[in-house]
Every structure is written in C-alpha cells, then in structure tokens.
C-alpha cells in the first residue's frame, strides 16, 4: 500500500481496515476492499 501518500488520519482508517481485512472471510472482505476503494477514489 502506498501509505504514504494519504494524510496521517486517513491512513490510520485504511489501515484499520486493512487489519480487519485480513482476519475475514472472503465476503466480509470483498464488501470492504470495495469500500476501501471507494473511499480512496474520492481522497
């Protein structure tokens, strides 16, 4: 992930939900990738 380019609080969210991405199962975790993409097209 390319951190470094987010500001600290949003990095902080995204990495939030990346630790919980990678404790889910595949749907719970396709639901938030999307998410997370979403929120990063928008910046």
């Known amino acids: 992930m390319p951190s ?4 600290n609080t949003y990095y902080c969210i995204v990495d939030r939900y ?14 938030i990738t999307s998410f997370k993409h979403s929120a990063m097209k928008r910046k």
Request: avoid cysteine; glycine fraction near 6%.
């Open 18 to 31: 990346i630790v919980s991405y990678k404790v889910l199962d595949n749907g719970e975790r396709y639901v």
């Open 4 to 7: 470094r380019e987010y500001p």
